[in-house]
């Protein structure tokens, strides 16, 4: 059973760095084409693909987010950690992270497995 | 970046009724295209993948086709749980705007 969960601070205030973890189970992230991803979705909009890291170390980020972001593993505790650099009130959102493995037809990624989400406020 | 234009942005229909929700990319994503479900408070949940494909679970009322820039996820006769939004995605990428599938 494939199970994810957010955790990280409620709240930050303009210009700090925001940390989460995402910490997983039911699969590692030593398994050759495994991927967990963070996803994004301010109140009442749409979502936003933040960024991915895989098996292998290979990562990917959101283009107009990539100078903010870093993404990393801990494949021994089974955590995905995401920062995010010079917080401003429109990051404010409910952050998700996700399961992703290669569909068997393409070897495209897609997320199958969410996390309940955080939502994080920034102000001051 | 490649940008998912959905439509329409609200779709008002009846229990029983055929939905048909539109996406289309900047440029060719191939059939590299996901669709989600998303009901209040809760996570998306993956419906279709590759276009065209069920995720594990996925009712057959759930269909997806197209493929270079033009998809649409086809719900062949609404059921009440259906009423929720609705996103495509391409793979590793972006998301769309999203649709929002109400009772009529």
């Known amino acids: 059973q494939i199970t994810l969960k957010e955790s990280g601070p409620t709240l930050v205030k303009p210009t700090q760095t925001l940390t989460l973890t995402c910490t997983f189970s039911g699969f590692s992230l030593s398994t050759s084409g495994v991927g967990v991803g963070w996803i994004r979705q301010p109140p009442g909009k749409a979502l936003e693909w933040l960024a991915l890291i895989y098996w292998n170390d290979d990562k990917r980020y959101s283009p107009s987010l990539k100078s903010r972001l870093t993404i990393t593993k801990d494949t021994s505790k089974n955590q995905v950690v995401l920062t995010m650099t010079n917080m401003d009130p429109v990051d404010t959102a409910t952050y998700y992270c996700?399961?992703?493995?290669?569909?068997?037809?393409?070897?495209?990624?897609?997320?199958?497995?969410w996390g309940q989400g955080t939502l994080v406020t920034v102000s001051s | 970046e490649i940008v998912l234009t959905q439509s329409p942005a609200t779709l008002s229909l009846s229990p029983g009724e055929r939905a048909t929700l539109s996406c289309r990319a900047s440029q060719s994503v191939s059939s590299y295209l996901a669709w989600y479900q998303q009901k209040p408070g809760q996570a998306p949940r993956l419906l279709i993948y590759d276009a065209s494909n069920r995720a594990t679970g996925i009712p057959a009322r759930f269909s997806g086709s197209g493929s270079g820039t033009d998809f649409t996820l086809t719900i062949s006769s609404l059921e009440p749980e259906d009423f929720a939004v609705y996103y495509c995605?391409?793979?590793?990428?972006?998301f769309g705007q999203g649709t929002r599938l109400e009772i009529k």
């Open positions: 995605q391409q793979s590793e990428g972006t």
């Open positions: 996700a399961h992703s493995v290669p569909a068997y037809s393409s070897g495209q990624y897609y997320f199958d497995y």
